[in-house]
Nanobody, 124 residues
C-alpha cells in the first residue's frame, strides 16, 4: 500500500524556519511526483510545492523564494524547507503522491495518495 507520512510541523515565530518531511513507502521512489498542499482554517486546500523524480520543482506564488523542496531518494523522503515564515503560512500541511503537477499553482489531486497532515503555526 502507498503510504505517506508528513512530519516536522510546529510553532514558530514570524521570520523563522521549519523543515517538513514526507516519508513515502509502497511505491518505487525512482518515478514519482510528490506535492505539498496546505489548508488553513476556513480556507480551501491550496498547492504549495511539487517535485518530480526527473528533478522538476514547482512552487506556488505565495511561497516562491521562501520555500525549497528536495528529495532524498535513498530515504524515500521529500523535504520542504520553509524559511521567512509568515502568519499566513499557518495551516495543516499535507504531502501527497500525485499523478501530475500542471504548473506552479495547480497540481492534480484525482487519484492522489494522501498522508496525514502536520500543523504549522506561525505567530506574529
Amino acid at each position: 500500500d502507498v503510504q505517506l507520512q508528513a512530519s516536522g510541523g510546529g510553532l514558530v515565530q514570524a521570520g523563522g524556519s521549519l523543515r517538513l518531511s514526507c516519508a513515502a513507502s509502497g511505491f518505487t521512489f525512482d518515478d514519482y511526483v510528490i506535492a505539498w498542499f496546505r489548508q488553513a482554517p476556513g480556507k480551501e486546500r491550496e498547492a504549495v510545492s511539487c517535485i518530480e523524480s526527473d528533478g522538476r520543482k514547482l512552487y506556488a506564488n505565495p511561497v516562491q523564494g521562501r520555500f525549497s523542496i528536495s528529495a532524498d531518494n535513498a530515504k524515500n523522503t521529500v523535504y520542504l524547507q520553509m524559511t521567512n515564515l509568515r502568519p499566513e503560512d499557518t495551516a495543516v500541511y499535507f504531502c501527497a503522491s500525485v499523478l501530475l503537477c500542471y504548473n506552479d499553482n495547480n497540481y492534480a489531486t484525482d487519484g492522489a495518495y494522501w498522508g496525514r497532515g502536520t500543523q504549522v503555526t506561525v505567530s506574529s
